[in-house]
């Protein structure tokens, strides 16, 4: 029975594979765009486990019954707006 992977170690196999593809394929610009998005959710998979780990957070209702994990929430929005991005004003 084959092991079971975690979430970063697949996206970073997946990454390596992009980037072993030949890029004069007319198609080079799209799998770089792919391989910078499997990257961008390596990160976010990592603060994710990070944040849970630091906050002992082992099962849902853990979120409410411990004020620690909601006082830090805002620690873990911020990490998430470094890694994706900031939400564009609408206008």
Known sequence: MPRKR??????KDAAEFLSSLPSDD???W??????????KLE??????????ADNRVSCPEA???MD???LNAPE???AIGLVVGWAKPKS
């Open 26 to 28: 007319g198609l080079g």
């Open 30 to 39: 799209q799998v770089e765009d792919v391989r910078k998005r499997l990257i």
């Open 6 to 11: 975690s979430g970063p170690s697949v996206l």
């Open 63 to 65: 979120i409410l019954q």
């Open 76 to 78: 873990l929005i911020e």
């Open 68 to 70: 620690h994990v909601l």
């Open 43 to 52: 990160r976010l998979w990592g603060v994710c486990e990070q944040f849970l």
